[in-house]
């Protein structure tokens, strides 16, 4: 008798135990970090976030999960709050070429900001707001 295990792991959490020279924040102590932040905060539309060291992206996916949960009764449109979200609110500089990848594929889902794939859909360039 095969015993079949649903393990789905957080790509994020491979990376952060690779060894290189870059070291990839566990999207738990990443979260361990945001929970010390007001609760409030997520239901700001106004407030605006910068991971000024963006490898994975990780930080700006959980701000992202937490203020679509927090935005939801002000802004009910789903698309429209993730826009709003990804162009106003979440900013991030990659210190690599290759990061900035990662974190784009991240936060957007795609490689570029304004593909196919992207769940944003107001993005013009391909970097979104994550530079290198």
């Not at 990804?86 to 900035?100: D, F, H, P, R, V």
Request: charged share 20%; proline share 6%.
């Amino acid at each position: 008798m095969t015993t079949t295990v649903n393990y789905n792991p957080d790509v994020l959490s491979c990376l952060a135990s690779l060894s290189s020279d870059e070291i990839f924040t566990p999207p738990a102590l990443a979260n361990q970090m945001l929970d010390l932040l007001p609760e409030d905060l997520w239901r700001d539309p106004n407030a605006r976030f910068l991971d000024p060291c963006c490898k994975s992206g990780v930080f700006l996916r959980e701000i992202a999960r937490r203020l679509n949960q927090g935005l939801e009764s002000l802004i009910p449109d789903r698309q429209e709050r993730i826009n709003h979200i990804m162009t106003k609110q979440l900013y991030g500089i990659a210190i690599t070429e290759l990061t900035s990848l990662i974190a784009r594929r991240t936060l957007y889902c795609s490689k570029t900001a304004n593909g196919k794939y992207s769940i944003c859909t107001a993005f013009t360039t391909p970097e979104g707001n994550i530079r290198y």
